[in-house]
């Protein structure tokens, strides 16, 4: 078997690619490419993107051996050798996905090197390149990719950062065949990235589109990233449908697998840049070594952890870095709450699915609100795992309803109903020094907001009430139920919408936090979360529509939603109009 250096031919139609992507940057415009990747646009559509979307880049991915290797094609090319570079999020994870390779294995670079436009506009060639050293097993990567391109593309960038804008103009490429194709948020460089591959062959070669936006425009991208998308795995041979069974059936290890990795601490032994020795891992977490290497294994394949078989050594991914306690964020408390509490009642679910009742109910001999108010350690487990969602808030402070309270003359009061730990409250106002708010919560709730609030330093704008749904304070601007209404069935969110209305004052907006279920049926984590309620609280997941006549009973009006991450939704709700008895109208 003969060994063999890196292909030089290889090396040189990369080299080709990247002196054919600068020739077509110097020749191109944003009104000339446009029609070409999406036949058949014009008139206003073309003009609203040709004058929103400058066309900024050509993207490719090339695979040098090394730094040098990479200086040397931009040289060949007539560009910068010394272009800076830094590590490229979105194409690393688009290719961990596409070859189920762990992210932390592919150092991907990008870099711009500059490259005038035929008029002399600033524009580039956007280079990803992924090192594929010899020897290195990433061959056949570089192999794939070259023959299929799936990251070349045209990149336009958007100067109007404008959240309204940017929805708008993605609006247009989707009816004109433009498919959503992924993207994400490169922390980097602060710059939110859409893909989107066009509906056939174009004349200019290219089969896919990038939007590019500066700042975190995360409720956009969701949005971008709800629509069916093209999927690689698709492209793959199918599983046996008894192996795809025998997978499903041992989903419940993969939970505890992973819950005991967390109630080990493994994580916090661990970290991402350094493998660690399992005899090593065992005894700084007192377990015994050949059943934790077990673990790790079954770990290793989930992406949890990743192993150094050089050094028969593990290191943490970034996947399992999200199980340390001390990560921001961290989901530690969900690993320790769905393999904990929640685990044994889905024990249950034939309880469930066979009287209507709550398997939580059945097995623990009570609902699980007053089980956890009874066990202060689990009901902070709780608050804490609740928290660990709050991913899904991080657009929440920048909605308009929020915003145009934020600027009001006087100054303008949210209320959180049943408002947890205060940990969405404390966003909202520690993104408006404006704002006051009222936290609605039962009093062991309440103590653990008002510390949460005060570290945020907003807790001086806060007031605290202890009670009910029955307690909402009146005379708010802004109301807030986030996670509620899924817990309970729709009397009982009736009774708690109507106490929202009465407390409401006329102008008061309503805004409501919750999964909801896709009308045509396509997977989401709400259609999960719906069994989870059925089992647990005896609540449910519902449609939009399914709100809009529940908050019809209660005198309210659905204004909206829009999309929030974690397959979570915004819906925006007022009081409905009351008709003009003398005209009949609203």
Not at 53 to 69: E, K, M, N, T, V
Not at 123 to 150: D, K, M
Not at 498 to 525: F, K, Q, Y
Request: aromatic fraction near 6%.
């Amino acid at each position: 078997m003969t060994t063999t250096l890196p292909d030089e031919t290889m090396l040189l139609d990369d080299t080709a690619c990247l002196r054919a992507a600068a020739e077509f940057v110097r020749e191109h415009d944003s009104a000339a490419l446009l029609p070409l990747l999406l036949p058949g646009l014009g008139g206003p559509d073309l003009r609203a993107l040709a004058g929103h979307c400058r066309f900024a880049h050509a993207g490719l991915l090339l695979f040098p051996p090394d730094a040098d290797g990479l200086r040397a094609q931009l040289a060949d090319c007539g560009l910068a050798a010394d272009t800076p570079s830094h590590p490229s999020v979105v194409v690393r994870e688009r290719l961990a996905r596409r070859h189920r390779r762990d992210p932390a294995e592919l150092d991907v670079r990008i870099l711009r090197p500059q490259v005038p436009g035929s008029a002399g506009e600033r524009r580039a060639v956007e280079v990803f390149a992924l090192t594929v050293p010899p020897h290195s097993g990433l061959e056949r990567i570089a192999a794939y990719e070259r023959a299929r391109r799936h990251e070349a593309h045209l990149a336009f960038e958007i100067d109007d950062s404008d959240p309204l804008a940017l929805r708008g103009l993605c609006a247009i490429l989707v009816r004109h065949g433009a498919r959503p194709d992924g993207g994400g948020y490169n922390p980097h460089e602060d710059g939110t990235v859409l893909y989107f591959t066009t509906p056939a062959d174009p004349a200019c070669g290219y089969r896919r589109l990038e939007l590019y936006v500066r700042g975190d425009h995360r409720a956009a991208l969701a949005a971008h990233l709800d629509h069916p998308a093209a999927d690689e795995d698709h492209h793959r041979t199918a599983r046996q449908p008894a192996e795809s069974l025998l997978h499903h059936l041992t989903g419940a290890w993969t939970t505890q697998a992973l819950a005991a990795f967390a109630r080990l601490c493994l994580p916090d032994a661990m970290d991402t840049r350094t493998a660690h020795r399992t005899e090593d891992l065992a005894r700084l977490t007192g377990t015994h070594p050949r059943s934790l290497g077990t673990l790790l294994q079954y770990l290793a394949m989930l992406g949890a952890v990743t192993r150094d078989r050089e050094e028969d050594a593990f290191r943490l991914t970034g996947l399992g870095a999200l199980l340390r306690s001390d990560t921001p964020g961290s989901m530690r408390p969900l690993a320790l709450m769905y393999g904990g509490p929640f685990y044994r009642s889905f024990g249950g679910l034939d309880h469930a699915v066979r009287t209507g009742q709550p398997a939580f109910d059945h097995l623990f001999g009570e609902n699980h609100f007053d089980h956890f108010a009874r066990d202060p350690e689990l009901a902070a487990l709780f608050d804490r795992s609740m928290a660990a969602s709050s991913r899904m808030f991080e657009p929440l402070p920048d909605h308009p309803v929020i915003t145009a309270a934020a600027r009001a003359a006087a100054p303008a009061t949210v209320v959180d109903v049943a408002g947890g730990n205060g940990e969405l409250l404390g966003r909202i106002l520690t993104a408006h020094p404006r704002l006051r708010g009222v936290l609605l919560e039962r009093p062991h709730a309440v103590e653990a907001a008002r510390g949460r609030l005060d570290a945020a330093g907003c807790g001086a704008r806060c007031d605290y009430r202890a009670g009910d749904f029955a307690d909402v304070p009146p005379g708010g601007d802004v109301y807030v139920l986030s996670r509620v209404l899924h817990d309970w069935d729709d009397d009982r969110c009736r009774e708690i919408l109507r106490h929202c209305t009465r407390a409401m004052p006329a102008h008061a907006d309503l805004l409501i936090v919750e999964r909801l279920l896709p009308a045509d049926g396509s997977p989401s984590l709400a259609t999960a979360w719906d069994l989870h309620m059925l089992c647990n609280v005896g609540g449910r997941e519902r449609r939009a529509d399914h709100y809009a006549r529940l908050l019809a009973d209660a005198g309210l009006q659905l204004v909206g939603h829009t999309p929030l991450p974690l397959d979570a939704h915004v819906l925006h709700a007022r009081r409905a109009a009351v008709p003009d008895p003398t005209t009949g109208r609203g």
